[in-house]
C-alpha cells in the first residue's frame, strides 16, 4: 500500500512536469552521467550513487571496525530526489517510519534501485540533474547520509563526459 502511494506521488509529480511546455521528442532519451565520484563517509558508513548501464543505485556499506552493526531503517532504506539545475522541477522518493532492523557485517552493503521508471525519465526535459540519494537510519544513533552525482539528460545512450 506503501509502495503503491509512493508511485502514485511519483507519478502526480513527472505528470504535472509533463504538462509544462515541454514536449518529449524521442523515447531513447536517458540520464547519463557526469561526475563518477559520488560517495560520502560519515563515521563507519558510506553511501554512494553507483550507475550501471541505464539504471542508478544507492549503496550503502558499513565501513566500521566493529564485525557488525544493528541498524534500524524503514521499508527502503533510501529516499531518492532528483532536481534539475536549470528549473525548478524536482521529484523525489520518501521514507515511511524506521520498521526494520538487520545486522550489517564490516564490508557488506545494501543496495537499491533508484525507483524512477524510463517512462518517467522519459518526460523530463533535456539539462543537467543533480540526483541525490540519502540512507535514513539509526545505529545507535539516527544517521541521515547523502551522496550527491550530477547527471545528464539527453537524446541519445548514456556517455561519460
Known amino acids: 500500500m506503501k509502495l503503491l502511494k509512493r508511485q502514485s506521488a511519483m507519478f502526480l509529480i513527472f505528470f504535472l512536469a509533463g504538462c509544462s ?23 563507519d558508513f558510506a553511501v554512494e550513487i553507483i550507475q550501471e548501464n541505464e539504471q542508478f543505485y544507492g549503496r550503502l556499506t558499513y565501513e566500521g571496525e566493529e564485525s557488525e552493526v544493528q541498524i534500524s531503517h524503514g521499508s527502503t532504506i533510501f529516499m531518492f530526489q532528483l532536481s534539475s539545475l536549470e528549473n525548478d522541477l524536482e521529484t523525489g522518493t520518501v521514507i515511511d517510519t524506521l520498521s526494520q532492523q538487520r545486522v550489517m557485517n564490516a564490508g ?4 537499491e534501485e533508484v525507483p ?12 543537467e540533474y543533480e540526483l541525490t540519494a540519502t540512507a535514513n537510519f539509526t545505529a545507535g544513533e539516527s ?19
Open 108 to 111: 557488506e552493503t545494501i543496495t
Open 143 to 161: 544517521k541521515e547520509i547523502e551522496a550527491v552525482k550530477r547527471v545528464h539528460k539527453e537524446e541519445t545512450v548514456l556517455h561519460d563526459h
Open 21 to 43: 511546455d515541454y514536449q518529449s521528442a524521442n523515447s531513447n532519451e536517458s540520464i547519463s552521467e557526469i561526475n563518477n565520484h559520488a560517495t560520502n563517509r560519515e563515521g
Open 116 to 127: 524512477f521508471s524510463e517512462m518517467e525519465i522519459e518526460e523530463l526535459p533535456e539539462g
